[in-house]
């Protein structure tokens, strides 16, 4: 057993702006913490980490990344339109080879551990790739994403799908797989249907990017549009496919593929959107680095879904539209891009919020819990403690543990 002393701690188990505890200790057993006291034991016989000069916080969750794609860091110039900004990815995509793809993973990875990212939720499109994710220190969800906009060819997705989660059930606990059909415009409804009955199945999340842009709510109201000249161009369109008629939130709820998702982006939404998402217990993902990539000037209602009691996390998205996955830039651009927002709320967003977006425990210090926490040196004890990570200059914490371990 070993404990930590601390200056102070926060445990985002109350309140988000809850006053953190002072000059106590923490105590850990193995992976777990076993308990929290306001005051050290004089007892104490086992290793003693002193950090009586520190703030200690819940390790961060990146809730929405694509971390293969970390070789395309600077290739794609921003001020695209959306959909040529797919067709960017997609060509340099399918040129980049394995060993670039996974040696830029790790880069990556390395990157958001010395910003404090403890869990990350991560899309990921090369199985093969499974071994170099199991490398990675982060405690990890793996959203399997998955396209295919004809509904010949959903069974055969559906086979391939199932296969890999029978074959890869986790990694001693450390990675846990979900589904990610990609988007509404790329995912036909039979193929929907067919995934979220394996998502029930193995009881894995269910995500999908969710009203990125204007272009998505005129092809599901029309049928025409950039999404459809590319659907065409790549030979995937579906003749059958008659457009609902409705905005990609309620598209989603008349499918019944709504419930317990996690909606990544939500930048164009609306009150009964707002309202569906509640009614099907699904969560929200704000990325605030890739938004503001893109330039855009509507995005995701925060204030609304967190009054409305939806679970929102914070997510670095990729390099493929993002400067850098440093998650502490990731919190300030949100404390910068989100003024009804209060610096507790989205310091709440980065831990408890994301484990909730993701279906997961975690991000919180309680016993019990795995100890992933994150240490900040306090330069200014008299600072309010949700400040120090704001403004205390540096680019991540002093230390990382996970599972009780730095």
Not at 78 to 90: A, D, S
Not at 149 to 163: L, P, T, Y
Not at 207 to 228: D, N, Y
Request: a negative charge; glycine letters at 8%; hydrophobic letters at 40%.
């Amino acid at each position: 057993m070993k404990r930590i002393l601390f200056g102070q701690l926060v445990t985002m188990a109350e309140e988000p702006d809850a006053p953190p505890l002072e000059n106590g200790e923490l105590l850990i057993d193995g992976e777990n913490i076993v308990a929290i006291n306001s005051q050290p034991s004089e007892s104490f016989s086992g290793e003693t980490i002193d950090l009586s000069d520190s703030l200690i916080l819940p390790g961060f969750v990146n809730a929405h990344c694509h971390l293969s794609l970390s070789g395309l860091k600077g290739k794609i110039p921003q001020g695209l339109k959306f959909v040529n900004w797919i067709r960017q990815v997609v060509k340099l995509n399918t040129a980049l080879p394995f060993t670039e793809r996974a040696r830029e993973m790790q880069i990556a990875a390395q990157e958001m551990l010395a910003s404090g990212v403890t869990t990350l939720v991560d899309y990921f499109s090369h199985p093969e790739l499974l071994p170099e994710y199991a490398q990675l220190p982060f405690r990890q969800v793996l959203l399997y994403e998955v396209l295919g906009f004809q509904k010949s060819k959903a069974e055969e997705n559906v086979r391939r799908v199932e296969s890999l989660l029978k074959e890869h059930t986790g990694h001693d606990g450390k990675i846990q797989l979900g589904l990610a059909p990609h988007a509404p415009y790329s995912v036909a409804p039979e193929l929907y249907e067919k995934l979220i009955e394996l998502a029930e199945k193995y009881q894995c999340l269910w995500s999908c990017h969710v009203a990125e842009v204007a272009e998505e709510q005129e092809f599901l109201e029309t049928g025409k549009g950039p999404f459809r000249d590319l659907l065409e161009e790549r030979g995937v369109w579906e003749e059958t496919w008659n457009p609902p008629g409705v905005s990609p939130v309620k598209y989603l709820d008349e499918m019944d593929v709504l419930e317990n998702m996690q909606a990544v982006h939500l930048n164009k939404m609306d009150e009964q959107d707002i309202h569906l998402l509640k009614r099907n217990n699904a969560s929200a993902v704000f990325c605030p680095g890739s938004t503001r990539w893109f330039g855009r000037a509507r995005y995701i209602p925060v204030r609304e879904l967190l009054d409305a009691g939806i679970p929102v996390g914070l997510g670095t998205d990729s390099y493929a539209s993002n400067d850098g996955l440093n998650f502490l830039r990731e919190i300030r651009l949100a404390g910068a891009m989100l003024p009804d927002v209060s610096r507790a709320e989205i310091l709440w967003m980065a831990t408890v919020g994301g484990a909730l977006a993701s279906g997961i425990s975690g991000g919180e210090l309680v016993m019990g819990a795995r100890a992933d926490l994150i240490v900040f040196r306090l330069k200014n004890k008299s600072r309010i403690w949700w400040d120090t990570i704001f403004d205390q200059i540096g680019e991540g914490p002093d230390r990382v543990f996970m599972a009780g371990s730095a």
